[in-house]
């Protein structure tokens, strides 16, 4: 099993920033690697798959990159809509798994 | 409008079973691979099973292979998880999600039923 690592566990900003949330496995793959964000009550909503594609609707703030174990999630000018909680997760190999997530909150 | 919905979920005993379904309408149901992800309330998210589109190939997390079973019916556009041999450790709320095509990433989720074990 490929475990996933996310840091930082918290992320304390101001509205306009740039975030970088970054996504450690624990062995190489490719770019089978996704990010999510879920808000308190609600189901998770993919942002990025394929390491950087942008899923149908997700603004172009949201950006992905990476490759073999080191993965980020870069959010430009950081919007109120944005504070949640994201977690990477790959689907290199079965099982997939989740990052433990990294809170974006409001500093 | 694309949307998955679970139903399902309650309070059962340990060692009890329970058969979890997951109702689609708004895609081509057939056309895609779908899961079950897992999430203990205030914690992370846990891949439980995956099914391809025929509902030949499957994929388990270790801690559910034996246990649960995941199904579906094309026909009925629904996808099921049976459940047996629940412990506390199964207690979480549990999603229905749709696979992105050609890729290994899920794109549209149910908003979940909890299932509690608990005597």
């Known amino acids: 099993e490929i475990l996933m690592t996310q840091s930082p566990a918290t992320l304390s900003v101001s509205p306009g920033e740039r975030v970088t949330l970054s996504c450690r496995a624990s062995q190489s793959f490719t770019r089978d690697l996704a990010w999510y964000q879920q808000k308190p009550g609600q189901a998770p909503r993919l942002l990025i798959y394929?390491?950087?594609t942008r899923a149908t609707g997700i603004p172009a703030r949201f950006s992905g990159s990476g490759s073999g174990t080191e993965f980020t999630l870069t959010i430009n000018s950081l919007q109120s809509e944005d504070f949640a909680l994201y977690y990477c997760?790959?689907?290199?190999?079965?099982?997939?798994?989740f990052g433990q997530g990294t809170k974006v909150e409001l500093k | 409008e694309v949307r998955l919905v679970e139903s399902g979920g309650d309070l059962v005993q340990p060692g009890g079973s329970l058969r979890l379904s997951c109702a689609a309408s708004g895609f081509t149901f057939s056309n895609h691979w779908l899961s079950w992800v897992r999430q203990v309330p205030g914690k992370g998210l846990e891949w439980v099973a995956d099914l391809n589109e025929g509902g030949t190939e499957k994929y388990y997390v270790d801690s559910v292979r034996g246990r649960f079973t995941i199904s579906r019916d094309n026909a009925e556009n629904s996808l099921y998880l049976h459940m047996n041999s629940l412990s506390a450790e199964d207690t979480a709320l549990y999603f229905c999600?749709?696979?992105?095509?050609?890729?290994?990433?899920?794109?549209?989720w149910g908003p979940g039923t909890l299932v509690t074990v608990s005597s």
């Open positions: 997760q790959q689907g290199d190999h079965w099982p997939w798994t």
């Open positions: 999600a749709r696979h992105v095509p050609r890729a290994r990433a899920v794109d549209v």
């Open positions: 394929d390491t950087s």
